[in-house]
């Protein structure tokens, strides 16, 4: 291995595998210590998750700062404590009377610069506490709406209760908080179903490799 050493990897993050998962299985592979994410990923999320390593965590900031790209699916008519899958469903009401015309100008609301308020289920820190560990033990906390931009919001697909989008947004947009406004905008509730992050900046998820396949190329290269 080279010194100093420095290297970015495009992962494919795996289903409920957590952001750290895949930081702390490259850091053990490659057995050093500077190895970091440059956003975080949900656990029920897949695609792309920059790891950057060694001189390279230095970039961190920068790819952090890129627009990104997302694809998924929100139900309407339903929601979350989370607005995703890791909490219980429960029933809001009927969404079979909204037509595609109607989601689409619900969008349109929810596109170009915007104050978004993040879900009380992420972990972003509140008085030195990730707000998640409140949230689930049952404790309201109170998170202020910050300013986002979402450049592209549109719908690829509308099969009630289910439509899948394609989200283009700033960085520290969350698009669970995304389905809740949806949901409410639309007044039936939603809550996102699936996740998949396909760019970062100029990095696209088909470029991007499985994490058993960098952990290989990574042993392969130590061996060479």
Not at 66 to 83: D, H, R
Not at 108 to 133: C, F, N, W
Not at 193 to 203: P, Q, V, W
Request: with cysteine.
């Amino acid at each position: 291995m080279e010194t100093p050493y420095g290297e970015v990897f495009l992962v494919n993050k795996p289903y409920r595998w957590t952001s750290f998962d895949v930081v702390k299985k490259i850091r053990n592979t490659l057995k050093i210590k500077k190895v970091g994410h440059a956003g975080t990923l949900d656990p029920l999320a897949t695609g792309l998750l920059i790891i950057c390593a060694g001189k390279k965590t230095k970039s961190i900031n920068d790819y952090m700062g890129q627009e990104k790209e997302y694809t998924g699916t929100f139900v309407l008519g339903k929601t979350t404590a989370s607005f995703d899958l890791e909490q219980e469903v429960e029933v809001v009401a009927d969404p079979s009377h909204l037509t595609l015309e109607a989601i689409q100008e619900a969008c349109k609301s929810l596109t170009g610069d915007i104050m978004q308020v993040p879900p009380t289920h992420s972990a972003i820190k509140k008085d030195g506490k990730r707000v998640y560990e409140s949230a689930r033990k049952g404790i309201d906390v109170k998170l202020d709406p910050r300013p986002v931009t979402v450049f592209v919001f549109e719908i690829t697909r509308c099969e009630l209760p289910e439509i899948d989008f394609r989200i283009v947004c700033s960085k520290g947009t969350y698009i669970r908080s995304l389905a809740r406004d949806l949901g409410e905008a639309l007044q039936v509730g939603a809550y996102m179903s699936a996740l998949t992050r396909t760019r970062i900046g100029d990095s696209h998820l088909s470029d991007a490799s499985e994490i058993d396949e960098i952990v290989e190329k990574i042993k392969g290269e130590a061996h060479s």
